[in-house]
């Protein structure tokens, strides 16, 4: 558990190279200067909340969310039981639609995503920039290499607690709900991160994001239990498909040989967008399923989503309570956590959701 310890006091640009969660590996200097100095722009242009709110050209909308966020953030360290600290008292308005862009990767005639590895975070399986032009350019090495990629915009990440983490104009501000969401799931980083097991890391998260959002949301009395029920049940039926396509395509690249033909995972995709229309899903999920189609994608997602419903149980297995449900994750020792995983391994959901292929 991260949450207690004592924080060695490192200079900020040495500290922002080795904390680039993602954005490092076995690299150019290039690629190591552009982590640093996206990392430090983010700590010197960003202003404190009060001065940007107290500004006459700042506008109402943005005023009103920064205060709602401060809400949020007292919510998180009084009710949810996660340690806000220093972070997110500031605040950057950025001129592009993302913070870090992740360039997400699946070697020729395999079916896992390629890693790269940091201290202090371990290996993971992404690599970031500050800039679409530089992720761009690594997916096109890779792609020359035979490689399948995606690239994936995040408006948020997290140095685990260890810099001042500011407030961000990419974060989901028109939406209250999913801004709550997503700074939870950030601050939850902080409590329990283990270097290395990205897909543990990311489920613990998610699942704390989660849950934290129905309780910020009913506390707010902006929708009903149903309403909470439908969305959630949406979700995991959404998680269902996507675990039931992942699991069919790992059967056929398991055999020995370059893995199945484009044709036939053409085919598994098609399946899983039928069943996304049957289920009533939404457009979103059908454009999920349709072409261009990326295995590094589908990875990247189970990534975030494949454990969160064992994680979700290990939660109500603690009555609810999340500061018991933060000790027992933290406590579980490698063979615990890759038995917890081992869980998540079939698909999630139930029924025709995750029905194989």
């Not at 996206?38 to 001065?51: D, Y």
């Not at 202090?120 to 990629?149: K, M, N, T, W």
């Not at 009913?218 to 699991?247: D, H, I, K, Y």
Request: include cysteine; hydrophobic fraction near 45%.
């Amino acid at each position: 558990m991260r949450a207690g310890r004592r924080r060695r006091l490192w200079p900020v640009p040495v500290l922002a190279l080795a904390l680039s969660v993602g954005l490092g590996g076995c690299a150019s200097l290039s690629f190591y200067g552009q982590a640093v100095s996206g990392q430090w722009a983010l700590l010197a242009k960003s202003r404190p909340v009060a001065e940007v709110q107290a500004d006459a050209t700042t506008p109402d909308a943005l005023v009103q969310g920064l205060t709602q966020a401060q809400q949020i953030l007292h919510f998180a360290e009084h009710t949810l039981a996660l340690p806000v600290g220093h972070r997110y008292q500031r605040y950057l308005a950025l001129d592009r639609e993302a913070v870090v862009f992740n360039v997400f990767s699946v070697p020729p005639g395999t079916f896992a995503l390629k890693t790269w590895c940091f201290p202090i975070a371990g290996c993971v399986p992404y690599r970031g920039y500050f800039s679409r032009e530089g992720a761009r350019a690594e997916g096109d090495r890779l792609r020359a290499q035979g490689h399948d990629v995606y690239l994936g915009a995040a408006g948020a990440y997290s140095t685990l607690g260890w810099l001042p983490d500011p407030l961000l104009s990419t974060f989901p501000w028109e939406d209250s709900a999913a801004l709550a969401e997503l700074l939870f799931h950030e601050l939850a980083h902080s409590v329990l991160y283990v270097p290395g097991e990205a897909a543990f890391n990311e489920a613990f998260a998610t699942a704390v994001g989660r849950a934290g959002r129905q309780r910020w949301v009913a506390a707010q009395g902006r929708a009903t239990p149903e309403a909470q029920g439908v969305r959630s049940a949406q979700r995991a039926c959404f998680a269902g498909v996507v675990s039931a396509l992942r699991v069919a395509l790992a059967e056929r690249f398991a055999g020995r040989g370059p893995g199945p033909s484009k044709a036939a995972q053409a085919a598994l995709w098609g399946a899983a967008r039928h069943r996304a229309e049957a289920l009533a899903l939404g457009p979103g999920a059908e454009a999920y399923f349709s072409p261009p189609h990326s295995l590094a994608r589908l990875l990247a997602t189970s990534t975030y989503e494949q454990a969160v419903p064992a994680f979700e149980a290990a939660l109500a297995a603690e009555g609810g309570a999340l500061p018991a449900f933060y000790a027992a994750m933290g406590a579980l020792d490698p063979g615990q956590r890759q038995a917890l995983m081992a869980e998540a391994v079939e698909p999630a959901g139930a029924g025709a959701c995750a029905a194989p292929f």
